[in-house]
Nanobody, 115 residues
Framework: QVQLVESGGGLVQAGGSLRLSCAAS????????MGWFRQVPGKSREWVAS???????GYAASVKGRFAISRDNAKNAVYLQMNSLKPEDTAVYYC?????????WGRGTQVTVSS
């Protein structure tokens, strides 16, 4: 099992920045890919970004060039630096870990971007 705990969400004005953190514990050696997703009430959960064990990264088109995912293996942590935030980035952001699928999820952290 892998436990994930997100932090760093909050209220920010459009154009501002936030940095989300995800602390992983448990059988972290069993997962290679970590990711961030987000969800707005009434909509499906949306993939935002992911990072592999070799630090290869991928981003959704809607955040590419504005968000950056990184990881610190020594701390079992994953980060999401979010810049140039827009009101449409408002969502609950979830950290997730991929083993055979996106098997492990945190409880989420709210990000609200005001216009």
């Amino acid at each position: 099992q892998v436990q994930l705990v997100e932090s760093g969400g909050g209220l920010v004005q459009a154009g501002g920045s936030l940095r989300l953190s995800c602390a992983a514990s448990g059988s972290v050696d069993s997962v290679n890919v970590m990711g961030w997703f987000r969800q707005v009430p009434g909509k499906s959960r949306e993939w935002v970004a992911s990072i592999g064990s070799g630090n290869s990264t991928g981003y959704a088109a809607s955040v590419k060039g504005r968000f950056a995912i990184s990881r610190d293996n020594a701390k079992n942590a994953v980060y999401l630096q979010m810049n140039s935030l827009k009101p449409e980035d408002t969502a609950v952001y979830y950290c997730a870990a991929f083993r055979r699928d996106w098997d492990y999820w945190g409880r989420g952290t709210q990000v609200t971007v005001s216009s």
